[in-house]
């Protein structure tokens, strides 16, 4: 079975600044993809970022990147410039690859980081 | 751009009362997936959809069920409510796609208050 783990409940940050927040995971398997979600106060779910585990460079979009260990199953998320609205909760989560043929399974969720960014 | 659409979005019901829960995936979308997000909790998968045919299973209690209809909307069904079931209910849908994965997509969630 797959875990994430996210080690950090809340976080703050001072707009401008840079935060980074961790995740790891537990899996067997070699084939994955990894994902941060934003939730705000609106409680929808927001994808900001996706890892394919067979990459071996970090993706970015724009503000946000990630730092993706394989070795070490550590997959953190660093947000530059941070802005208002980037309160939020993150969620770290992962997804098997799906077989050739098969269908997708489902995401597995962290317990979450609350981050808080300050004026 | 179409996103996922959930109703109702927000229901109020009674212990012991039972509960309907839509979602209309994103056109051409083939597979739903329903999840439970308590309060301060992070989504817990409950089920999945491909096709029409029940994909997936996660922790779903007996006292639910999940189908999908011929146009690919799905209906999460809640019997004998408990005070525990309040929480919010996310449907996200995506489109297979030979030899990939395809990223999730969310609803806006319906939230369900258990009195």
């Known amino acids: 079975a797959q875990t994430v783990t996210q080690s950090q409940p809340e976080m703050s940050v001072q707009e401008a600044e840079t935060v980074t927040l961790s995740c790891t995971y537990d899996?067997?398997?070699?084939?994955?993809?990894l994902f941060w979600y934003k939730q705000p106060p609106s409680r929808q779910m927001i994808l900001v970022i996706r890892?394919?585990?067979?990459?071996?460079q970090n993706a970015t979009e724009n503000r946000f990147s990630v730092n993706f260990q394989k070795a070490a199953k550590s997959f953190s998320l660093k947000i530059s410039d941070s802005q208002l609205g980037d309160t939020a909760m993150y969620f770290c989560?992962?997804?098997?690859?799906?077989?050739?043929?098969?269908?997708?399974?489902?995401?597995?969720f962290g317990k979450g980081t609350k981050l808080s960014v300050k004026p | 751009a179409a996103g996922v659409i959930q109703s109702p979005r927000h229901l109020i019901k009674e212990k012991r009362e039972t509960a309907t829960l839509k979602c209309y995936p994103i056109?051409?979308?083939?597979?739903v997936y329903w999840y439970q997000q308590g309060p301060g909790q992070d989504p817990q998968f409950l089920i999945s959809?491909?096709?029409?045919?029940?994909?997936d299973k996660g922790s779903i209690p007996d006292r639910f069920s999940a189908q999908q209809f011929s146009d690919y909307h799905s209906e999460l069904n809640m019997s004998s409510l408990e005070l525990g079931d309040s929480a919010l209910y996310f449907c996200?849908?995506?489109?297979?796609?030979?030899?990939?994965?395809?990223?999730?997509?969310f609803g806006n969630g319906t939230r369900l208050t258990v009195t």
């Open positions: 996200a849908s995506s489109l297979e796609v030979q030899g990939a994965n395809s990223p999730l997509h």
């Open positions: 899996t067997s398997e070699n084939n994955y993809y």
């Open positions: 890892q394919e585990a067979y990459k071996q």
């Open positions: 989560a992962f997804m098997k690859r799906k077989n050739y043929g098969g269908s997708q399974g489902n995401l597995i």
């Open positions: 056109p051409r979308h083939d597979t």
């Open positions: 959809f491909y096709e029409k045919m029940q994909s």
